[in-house]
């Protein structure tokens, strides 16, 4: 069973207390093991049954009685912020409930302090990725990846260096001169997934992988390190364009940290990508749905601020309206960023500002939708505007948080996107405004407990669809394309990561509204090889023509090219059913219904290849020969 | 302005009744003329101008005092059933709150009876069609085209043409052989509009139509011919396939008629149609809007029964549930049937039926999904299982009205199906049920008072896009097409009567969902040709490529053809702005913003150019290459 210790655990629970007699409570566990993983074959119910059978193998401990009343360690000597100490961890500690009223004050509209999920350190892996930094080609596709933010690239300068007691590389590229590389992983942090190690390529001349797994214990030493990385070795993003490849990428702190997705999570690398690309300026609009839930349960906040102090505004709504207050974010920012234009003008024709502000102003304006350039006029502007006390400047000062040009994210899972939030969704995107949304397209409701959405593909078991649903996964991205001014991408970061990447990119710098369907493996797939692979499954899925990659992109078309780019390749359609038989959710199908999962198995395959051929025509078609 | 009255009324009103001074009213009357139709243009002004001036020219008329008591003539002497006389007359006559609640025992559940509207005999109409026998073809277009189903050709015997007293017509077509044929004019239910007189290719040896718009008092004679007709002539509709082309299909007797709908409504000629096809095992979930007015606004109901008795079953629903609550119909229904098929299989291995019913039985369940052979085996079964006492006759007999395959209708406007319950269409299609919607598109929400809907195109003005809308009109039906079993077509009736026919007969007949998007020429519009040219409208719009006819019927992709069909012609592209000038939504814009007008009427060139380029690309697609 891996890492799943559950079960286990429960058994010892009812053998040492004796709440309910023994045997019963073991008769009873394996009854409900049956009615649980019956469908899932015997192999699954009989490794449940060794783990309850393991449960006996329980060894009693003296405990020192004074053990009960020690103080709490951290709470006692830490420096963390007092909001930490004061509300996080008694929630933490269960302990919410004792909480009185003034512990929160001043945030009674129920904002709640940023980046709180760093102090967790849960320390629950198992096992850890190792770095060995002889194999090591310093491509940051480990960070690219994991669902976590817990590995990451740190470049240190020579200061920082002589400061380090861990050993570095020499920074490959000329910006980097004279600087050091390192792969740091924070382990306590850490969910012990091993996509990262999955996914690095090692180097090629030597042979071994740059990241190997071991035990937890043996790597509590990097603790101090990854402090150290974190809270003192600054960021070199500014030495890179870090929307320019995925290497780059990863030189961006993540804004998005050590939230609570399941371990391997598909969907947590893409939000977290956005978060380093964007997130000084990102807003977030997000549905309910996992991400709702690892982005921000009570005390746990993952999303985080860089070291300006700079980060991601995130908000939750329903199913039903999640695009409908996004788009409401993006009107309010365009209504208070017109209203600066409305001053900046009106203040060209007045004798308070000087020339030097009326020039910026008018720069201001110009270039108000450039985000790298309204950031830069940003801080020429901001402190001029603080330091002057005319009617102009002061309004302006009240909306400095408006100046630089906001990057409007909307964010939801298949549920949310292709059903219950699609009459929202299509309303938005035919606004025309400028907004990007995300579906992390696990192919079910995974939050809710695996009910059939529309997204789920043909043959697929899931709740409303027992017997493996019957009727095709909608094209959620081909019916935004009808509209010929929404930008569209299908991407799978596991497949082709600068596919993803440049996906991203293009969305977010199209000046209208976009979508991005990422697939987004799930632990409700589950995946016979696990977790640990969600992203080598993202490949075999591309490549076996399981789900396929393509952009639609309408500033080509207003440069009189082709519009639609297929980024799949053809598939070996061969490897298709082996593909559906490395996930229970087909694989089970097999076992209860094996003619119904042929027949659908089959249907499943011709829908992929119908799709395939529909996108491979709209691909090929002659362009730019009409009237 | 034609038969527009009103203005000129409320002038004199005022001038007569001195409630308020007479200088005041006129005074105010020109001042809100201004208001409200300024935005149409100085000539539109001028001419309500005139007619405020018009009502000057009241006369007055000595009236006998003893008319004030006159008993009502209809109620005293007619033959009409007992609902019409006791419950719709009084609420036609304003004294509905007189009626006692014991006027509606047994109809407490909402049910209303049908048929009623045929008692209402408004004479409403200035002018109506007067058929001239000499130039008539028989090709039935007229009636095709009549939003109020009030004018028809009818097939006589010769027993029938004994006792009639019009002149009539050899009727063409052998299967008429010693019958003759006249077209009749409802002269008391018709709205005068005029498009049948519009749509009448007349006699092309002779040269002259042969329907002429008269006065309404030189037509008073044809009431009591269009009574005998209706009321004595029996349909011969079985003489014919009504499905077959257009002349067929009037030749069927409508069973939707006389309706509330504007006079030329560009909508009612589509549910008319259906009414004629299908309509004795029809039913109808229809949404809010327009089409639930005019269906169903009590104590006025236009749907009606056949000869046996037999008419669509109909309800209304929500904006929002449309398809929803029509999906549920017919979920319904198809668990009614499943019952019977299963009954009708545990009958098979009983003592109780007669070998003759096992045989119809099995009969009926190899067939249950054809409409004509249900039909024909309905006839066979229900008197043999109303005849026995066994418990699964008497079972199949009390779901005797699920015996016929039911045609399920889901019909609303392109508020409905575009907006606010489009993400209930796309679940209902997405479910791959047998169901047919049918999107009555006016590109704008006409029954809410004219709010712009994503079926409104570019440029055209509406409520929340008073300076003329600056986003493309939705592709709803593309949209729909990327599931592939969906079946999609765009029609226009007055560009091709052969085309809408063919599109609504192969949508019902394909055994999946299916969406007909129907050009509705409305009020809203403002032609400035009139109501009476509607049909006209339509075929200009598709002439110069504002509306295309298309296509998708995914049983040619399953034998192998592309399932795209384009029907319409490369439009005339220079004639296209021209249209939108033809109608005051747009032509307004002129009015008001120039400079507008021009940048948004090149923009909605540009996009239906657009949109006819993908069509064509789509229906010149290589097809059958693929792997």
């Given at each position: ?47 449940n ?11 009693q ?5 004074s ?43 129920g ?44 470049v240190l ?60 214990e ?44 399941c ?43 860089n ?5 991601p ?6 199913f ?39 020039a ?57 996107s ?31 407990g ?46 082709d ?7 991203i ?35 075999d ?12 992109n ?74």
């Open positions: 069973m891996g890492n799943r210790t559950n079960t286990i655990l429960q058994s010892a629970f009812f053998r040492i207390t004796g709440v309910i007699p023994v045997d019963l409570a073991i008769e009873q566990m394996k009854k409900f093991i049956v009615k649980s993983y019956g469908k899932k074959g015997e192999d699954v119910v009989n490794k049954y060794a783990a309850v059978d393991r449960g006996g193998e329980y060894k401990l003296p405990v020192d009685p053990w009960a009343n020690l103080p709490d360690e951290d709470a006692e000597v830490n420096t963390d912020p007092a909001f930490i100490n004061q509300v996080v961890r008694p929630i933490n500690a269960q302990d919410g409930d004792l909480l009185p009223v003034s512990a929160f004050k001043g945030i009674e509209d904002t709640w302090q940023q980046s709180t999920a760093k102090y967790e350190k849960r320390g629950v892996a198992a096992f850890v990725p190792e770095w060995e930094p002889e194999n090591c080609i310093q491509c940051n596709k480990c960070a690219y990846v994991c669902p976590h933010a817990c590995i990451r690239p740190f300068d020579q200061e920082e260096q002589k400061e380090a007691s861990f050993t570095t590389l020499k920074a490959v590229g000329k910006q980097f001169a004279d600087m050091t590389f390192r792969i740091q992983v924070g382990v306590l942090d850490c969910l012990g997934c091993g996509n990262c190690a999955d996914v690095c390529p090692g180097n090629p001349k030597k042979g071994g992988k740059a990241l190997v797994m071991k035990s937890l043996s790597q509590l030493a990097e603790a101090p390190n990854w402090e150290y990385c974190v809270d003192s070795v600054k960021t070199k993003q500014h030495l890179v364009d870090v929307k320019a490849n995925v290497k780059n990428s990863q030189f961006a702190t993540p804004l998005f940290e050590f939230s609570g997705a371990s391997g999570c598909g969907e947590t690398p893409y939000v977290k990508l956005i978060t380093q690309l964007f997130g000084d300026r990102e807003i977030v609009a997000n549905a309910t749905g996992c991400s709702s839930i690892y982005s921000g349960s009570v005390p746990s906040t993952p999303y985080t601020t070291d300006k102090g700079q980060g505004a995130w908000a939750n709504s329903l039903e309206d999640f695009c409908e207050f996004g788009m409401g974010m993006e009107l309010a920012n365009e209504k208070m960023r017109a209203r600066i234009a409305r001053i900046m003008t009106e203040a060209q024709d007045s004798d308070c500002c000087s020339d030097e502000l009326k910026l102003f008018k720069e201001w304006i110009e270039n108000m939708l450039d985000a790298d350039k309204t950031k830069e006029l940003t801080e020429k502007i901001t402190p001029l505007v603080e330091g002057c006390d005319c009617k102009y400047c002061k309004e302006i000062a009240s909306l400095k948080h408006f100046l630089v040009k906001r990057s409007q994210w909307i964010i939801g899972g298949d549920g949310a292709y059903d219950i939030g699609f009459g929202g969704l299509d309303h938005v995107i035919a606004s025309g405004k400028d907004v990007n949304i995300l579906v992390l397209d696990t192919e079910v409701y995974s939050n809710t695996g009910q059939s959405s529309k997204s789920t593909p043909v043959g697929a078991i899931a709740k409303f669809a027992a017997s493996g649903k019957r009727i095709r996964k909608k094209d959620l991205g081909m019916m935004a394309t009808t509209y010929g001014y929404v930008y569209v991408a299908q991407i799978a970061m596991g497949a990561q600068a596919q993803a990447l440049k996906a990119r293009e969305a977010e710098a199209y000046p209208g509204p976009s979508l991005i369907i990422a697939y987004s493996p799930c632990i409700s797939h589950g995946l016979k090889a696990g977790m640990g692979k969600a992203q080598q499954e993202q490949e899925a591309v490549k076996c023509g399981y789900w396929h990659l393509w952009r639609y309408p500033a080509l078309e207003n440069e009189g090219k082709n519009p639609f780019l297929l980024d799949s390749k053809e598939p070996n359609w061969d490897d298709f059913q082996n593909f559906l038989k490395g996930e229970v959710r087909y694989m089970s199908l097999m076992k209860q219904y094996p003619a119904e999962a042929t027949e659908l198995f089959n249907a499943a395959q011709e829908n992929a290849k119908w799709r395939y051929n529909n996108y491979k025509r709209l691909a090929n078609q002659a362009w730019g020969t009409e009237a």
